[in-house]
């Protein structure tokens, strides 16, 4: 029968504990080795060099980026698509998985922290040669093991993992926004295309008048051959001109399917040659830049994850010390194994360093440091490539509509001089080069002023992109795994 005599503790019990209470209390006061994190200083300017001259809105208007940029543009193809990017893109969707294991690592490192407890049984039946009954016996042992944390090791490999983890979490934030401007980027190249080819109909029908007229004059004997072949060579540049543009419209169309991760054959794009609206967006201060940009956010959380690194490589000149744990009951015969007779206890601790590793530890702290290093420079440079790329951003929209202006004056003078110019013709006081002349003229000066709105829409859409396109560093959980490990920033469609 069993025994049922309740158990006492013993003198072991009362010491396990009192090892246990000293050990959380080495825990408690323990310092973590290597250097603790802060955010190295970089230089930024007060305000931008190229803001002044361009025309901004004001920071509390409804047009700021707030997350659905887009909806700034007016645009209903970008804003019925633009939302599926977050979703369904490939390249989102791969920065998704990329932080979800993130996360995973963070709890991997941090259960180290914890001992680990076991529990074992055996039964074994036998019977020796010298006895002629066969014997059962048997075993069931609880251990513990716990690898104390006295230099921080473990500490600064969570630290290390919580800050990776929101490195991928901002570069899951930016790989969206790319993503999203990609798309919008295209969709403006797309509605370009829609509108050269509009303007490439119309210049061959305007073409086709030309030559209409030409032949008139060529039977009537007032014009020469020359004149009437050059209207029917004018007039078939214009018509191969026109098939072309099929090229690039389907190209355009088939990346946007592929954007919000859809086949080509599956999304079909009508015709539309309004371009989106040129909004206007409130530009800040340069400082705001890294709080607004994914990158460089990811960049800043990449450096404190490497400064972790340095202390994970200083605490291995330090001791290991771990103690570890058993206490069950093992009996031969088996029956009542479970009494206080049959006990069995272990309760130990281990301590271990290494002397000498042939400069070993001393290389990895010094390949840290210079990990580190590197982390800095990268981050530096990564916030003057913003810096970059808005100044370039703020040019480029200000001569931008400089040069639409002037091309707006010059359009309007070259169709005024082709009707100058055809009515020209048809008195018969100017041979028909005139008029080919100056339709030419009419042409490119229209497809110069659609190709610079079609690149002052491109670069608005940069411009939002490089000021972070509402993003905040807000939005970086401060330790992911601990609020909630399942969270998901995104919804993927399977």
Request: with cysteine; aromatic share 4%.
């Amino acid at each position: 029968m069993m025994n049922t005599t309740p158990y006492a503790p013993t003198a072991l019990d009362r010491a396990t504990r009192g090892a246990l209470a000293l050990s959380m209390c080495a825990l408690l006061c323990a310092c973590a080795v290597g250097p603790d994190y802060k955010r190295p200083d970089i230089a930024v300017p007060a305000a931008y060099k190229e803001l002044p001259g361009w025309t901004q809105a004001d920071p509390n208007a409804a047009l700021a980026p707030k997350g659905q940029w887009w909806q700034a543009f007016h645009d209903p193809l970008l804003d019925e698509l633009e939302p599926q990017v977050e979703g369904s893109n490939q390249t989102v969707r791969q920065r998704y998985a990329n932080y979800q294991q993130a996360l995973a690592e963070v709890n991997v490192a941090r259960g180290a922290l914890f001992p680990t407890l076991g529990l074992t049984s055996s039964a074994t039946r036998q019977r020796s040669a010298t006895a002629s009954r066969i014997v059962n016996s048997g075993t069931l042992e609880g251990s513990a093991s716990w690898d104390l944390d006295l230099w921080g090791k473990v500490r600064r490999s969570i630290e290390e993992n919580q800050a990776t983890a929101q490195a991928d979490e901002a570069l899951l934030a930016n790989a969206v926004l790319s993503e999203q401007t990609a798309l919008a980027t295209t969709i403006v190249e797309l509605r370009t295309t829609d509108a050269n080819i509009d303007l490439l109909q119309q210049t061959v029908a305007a073409d086709q008048e030309s030559l209409r007229v030409v032949e008139n004059q060529s039977r009537a004997g007032t014009t020469p051959p020359s004149d009437l072949m050059t209207a029917r060579v004018q007039l078939e540049s214009a018509q191969s001109s026109l098939i072309a543009l099929g090229v690039a419209r389907a190209q355009y169309a088939h990346a946007i399917a592929v954007l919000v991760g859809k086949n080509p054959e599956d999304l079909d794009i009508p015709h539309n040659p309004q371009l989106p609206d040129l909004p206007q967006v409130p530009v800040g201060v340069p400082s705001t830049l890294l709080q607004r940009r994914p990158d460089i956010a990811a960049a800043e959380r990449q450096m404190a994850a490497q400064n972790a690194a340095i202390g994970v490589a200083v605490a291995a000149f330090y001791p290991e010390i771990s103690l570890s744990a058993l206490d069950g009951f093992a009996q031969s015969p088996l029956t009542g194994l479970v009494r206080a007779a049959n006990r069995i206890w272990s309760l130990g601790a281990n301590a271990s360093m290494t002397l000498f590793d042939g400069g070993t530890r001393s290389a990895t702290v010094q390949a840290a440091r210079a990990g580190y290093d590197a982390t800095v420079a990268n981050y530096r440079g990564v916030v003057l490539g913003a810096l970059q790329g808005v100044e370039d951003n703020l040019a480029g929209l200000r001569i931008l509509a400089r040069q639409a202006d002037v091309l707006n004056r010059a359009v309007a003078d070259s169709i005024r001089g082709t009707q100058i110019a055809l009515n020209e013709y048809r008195a018969g006081t100017v041979d028909y080069t005139t008029v080919a002349t100056a339709q030419t003229a009419q042409l490119n000066n229209q497809q110069a002023l659609l190709n610079v709105e079609q690149q002052r829409r491109l670069t608005m859409v940069s411009l939002i992109g490089n000021l972070g396109g509402g993003w905040s560093t807000d939005k970086l959980q401060s330790s992911a795994p601990s609020t909630n490990p399942n969270a998901k920033q995104l919804t993927l469609k399977q």
